[in-house]
Each structure stands twice: as structure tokens, then as C-alpha cells.
């Protein structure tokens, strides 16, 4: 599994609305639309009707699921930071937790 691919979903999932994450791309390579494009109703019968099955959207989530991801996210670096100090403000530790922090806290957008 190609952990660099975003995860798609079945195009006959999509609401018109939705927001490509990454291009999608034609049997030959070619884009066919770019990431950041705004799938309407008609775009996604076009790419069904050429026999594209699945893309990737962006997730809409709820405050509280983000939430929820944040303080998971949160505990999952306070433990993998476990054995640092990270009590010192202007520490290495502490400096290299906030940047992972907040790079994957981006993610979460």
C-alpha cells in the first residue's frame, strides 16, 4: 500500500460540492482536474462516464470530531515524547514537539 496516496473514495459516494484532495488523472496520465477543483453535479457525471471510480475529497468533519482528533493527536506525541524533557520552554524537546504539533495538526484541516 502506497502510504503517499490520499485515500480515495467511490465517486457514487460524492456529493456535488465536494473538493478534490489530489488530481485525477485519465487512463493515458493526463489531469483531467486538478486537487483544490470543486466537483458539481455534472463534473461527476462526466468522470463516471469516463470510468473514473473513485477520488479523494476532502473529509468534512464535525467541531467535535476535530476535537477529538486534536487531544488524540495530542496524547499520541506526549507519548511518543515520553522521556524528554519537555518541561523546558526553550528546550530542543519542546521545540521539536510544537513543530510536529502543529504540522500535523495542519493535517487535521
Known amino acids: 500500500m502506497n502510504t503517499d496516496e490520499p485515500p480515495t473514495v467511490p465517486l457514487a459516494s460524492v456529493a456535488p460540492g465536494a473538493r478534490l484532495t489530489a488530481a485525477i488523472r485519465g487512463a493515458d496520465g493526463q489531469v483531467l482536474m486538478t486537487a483544490g477543483s470543486l466537483l458539481t453535479e455534472a463534473v461527476l ?3 463516471a462516464a469516463r470510468g473514473i ?3 479523494a475529497i476532502e473529509i468534512q468533519r464535525s467541531e467535535a470530531e476535530l ?3 486534536r ?6 506525541l506526549s507519548h511518543l515524547f515520553r522521556r524528554c524533557d519537555l518541561d523546558d520552554a526553550g528546550g530542543a524537546a519542546r521545540t521539536l514537539f510544537n513543530a ?10
Open 53 to 55: 471510480v473513485a477520488v
Open 100 to 109: 510536529v504539533l502543529v504540522r500535523r495538526l495542519e493535517d487535521l484541516r
Open 45 to 47: 457525471e462526466k468522470l
Open 71 to 76: 487531544d488524540a493527536l495530542r496524547q499520541r
Open 67 to 69: 476535537n477529538a482528533a
